[in-house]
């Protein structure tokens, strides 16, 4: 059974820094790709930043020089670390799975969600 968990969540100023982490289990795929999504109340999901088994990486316009993904795969986790966080960055953060290389951050790509971790940001 494929299961993802986030956690790492949390308040902090603008300005500060997280790292959310996303711990994956329950499959063994050759090529997959992980990606990380927020949800603010009242819009839609949105992509932030996605990660493959190949290493590659992309990035939302609005977290690109602010956003970092990477991933350890001996420990099956996906890391998402975010500086100088603005106004618009809070949300509820949720990491998906999907099968294939090169990432997408698409929420209709990814099969397999986890429950998200809460970000407030606070001026």
């Known amino acids: 059974q494929v299961k993802l968990v986030e956690s790492g969540g949390g308040s902090v100023q603008a300005g500060g820094s997280l790292m959310l982490s996303c711990t994956t289990s329950?499959?063994?795929?050759?090529?997959?790709?992980v990606g990380w999504f927020r949800q603010a109340p009242g819009k839609q999901r949105e992509g932030v930043a996605a990660?493959?088994?190949?290493?590659?990486?992309v990035y939302a316009d609005s977290v690109k020089g602010r956003v970092t993904i990477s991933h350890d795969n001996a420990k099956g986790t996906v890391y998402l670390q975010m500086n100088n966080l603005q106004p618009q960055d809070p949300g509820m953060y949720y990491c998906?799975?999907?099968?294939?290389?090169?990432?997408?951050?698409?929420?209709?790509?990814?099969?397999?969600w986890g429950q998200g971790t809460q970000v407030t940001v606070s001026s």
């Open positions: 998906a799975l999907a099968g294939g290389v090169l990432p997408p951050i698409k929420a209709d790509d990814y099969g397999y």
């Open positions: 990660i493959d088994s190949t290493d590659m990486q």
């Open positions: 329950g499959f063994i795929w050759s090529t997959y790709s």
